[in-house]
């Protein structure tokens, strides 16, 4: 991940393929202590912005308004919030199913964007939860 936004936000996330989606594993450091933030994966696998707007809008191939996986309709990039520790560390343990990784169908989510946002995400507004500033970044790539 690169740091966004002026952030201090660090970590390396592995993505691979499980199940009848993708798993998202890793840590991520330099939250602010006891936070929780919107993640998500994003269409475009540009993180080049200061602000990150490069990376665009929410992954979503299916055309669904955004929401709470498990829960609501949503769109295949949205995730739970990440929660960092007292430490400002955030283990990542994350499914999206639904989703491909180098298949070239439009599930897939090779050269897209994962997003650490500053805000928690609220499930429920349009189009990207009131996630706030995006403070790091990264493209998922071989
Ligand atoms: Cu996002
Ligand atoms: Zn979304």
Known sequence: LQARSGSAVSGTLQVNPMG?????SGRISGL???SDHGFHIHEKGDCSAAD????GGHFNPAGQPHGK???TPHH???QMNLHADAAGTAVVDAHFAGVSLGTGQDSDVMN??????ADPDDYTSQPSGNAGKRIACGVIMK
Do not use: F, K, M, Q
């Not at 009848?20 to 998202?24: A, I, K, Q």
């Open 52 to 55: 990150a707007s490069s990376a």
């Open 20 to 24: 009848d989606g993708v798993h998202v």
């Open 32 to 34: 602010a202590p006891n």
């Open 76 to 78: 295949l990039g949205d």
């Open 69 to 71: 996986v498990g829960d």
């Open 112 to 117: 897209r964007a994962l997003v650490v946002h």
